[in-house]
T-cell receptor, first 115, second 114 residues
């Protein structure tokens, strides 16, 4: 079974530029998550999708971050414009869905450096 | 509100020694608890989870954790450390009521001394 795919793996941009990350979840997984992991901290949820609908985006900085999951499969997370404090690893995870004790499967992440 | 506290951001043990990584949780309702491991430049991988069945949970790679309600703890242990256990370990909590998000601790970096 293929895992969660993410691209690019690394990205370096200057502040005020825009950037986009892509995620392809495990086939059949209805729930998709984007997390932000700042160095030395645990992952923090940015947004949760159930199929192609948003379930929770309460911690997404909506003035600069946006995300979509068209057709309920892969997803894109965008930052525009980027700030220095956005430097982090952005993790995508997927889950079969249905119960709170389901395992979330994580992709390898995209490491973003904002200069 | 739910949260987890991981005591010790860095833990070092000798190869073959006992590994003990501490996690205490705070939750207003019975929680589900998880331990994830993260190797360098990789995503997180589930080690084990507590879902209100057995209080002693066995996971992959020889790890286990015991849920202790009276101590609000879910410490991770392994009897004998191996060099390949060097990684970052995250404890996480999720409520079993509603659609609460998974909340992670700040992580513990485990170093194995040869």
């Amino acid at each position: 079974e293929a895992g969660v795919a993410q691209s690019p793996r690394y990205k370096i941009i200057e502040k005020r530029q825009s950037v986009a990350f892509w995620c392809n979840p495990i086939s059949g997984h209805a729930t998709l998550y984007w997390y932000q992991q700042i160095l030395g901290q645990g992952p923090k949820l940015l947004i949760q999708f159930q199929n192609n609908g948003v379930v929770d985006d309460s911690q997404l900085p909506k003035d600069r971050f946006s995300a979509e999951r068209l057709k309920g499969v892969d997803s894109t997370l965008k930052i525009q414009p980027a700030k220095l404090e956005d430097s982090a690893v952005y993790l995508c995870a997927s889950e079969e869905g249905g119960t709170s004790y389901n395992e979330q499967f994580f992709g390898p992440g995209t490491r973003l450096t904002v200069l | 509100a739910q949260s987890v506290t991981q005591l010790g951001s860095h833990v070092s043990v000798s190869e073959g020694a006992l590994v003990l990584l501490r996690c205490n949780y705070s939750s207003s309702v019975p929680p589900y608890l998880f331990w994830y491991v993260q190797y360098p430049n990789q995503g997180l991988q589930l080690l084990l989870k507590y879902t209100s069945a057995a209080t002693l949970v066995k996971g992959i790679n020889g790890f286990e954790a015991e849920f202790k309600k009276s101590e609000t703890s879910f410490h991770l242990t392994k009897p004998s450390a191996h060099m390949s256990d060097a990684a970052e370990y995250f404890c996480a909590v999720r409520s079993n009521f509603g659609n609460e998000k998974l909340t992670f601790g700040t992580g513990t970096r485990l170093t194995i001394i040869p």
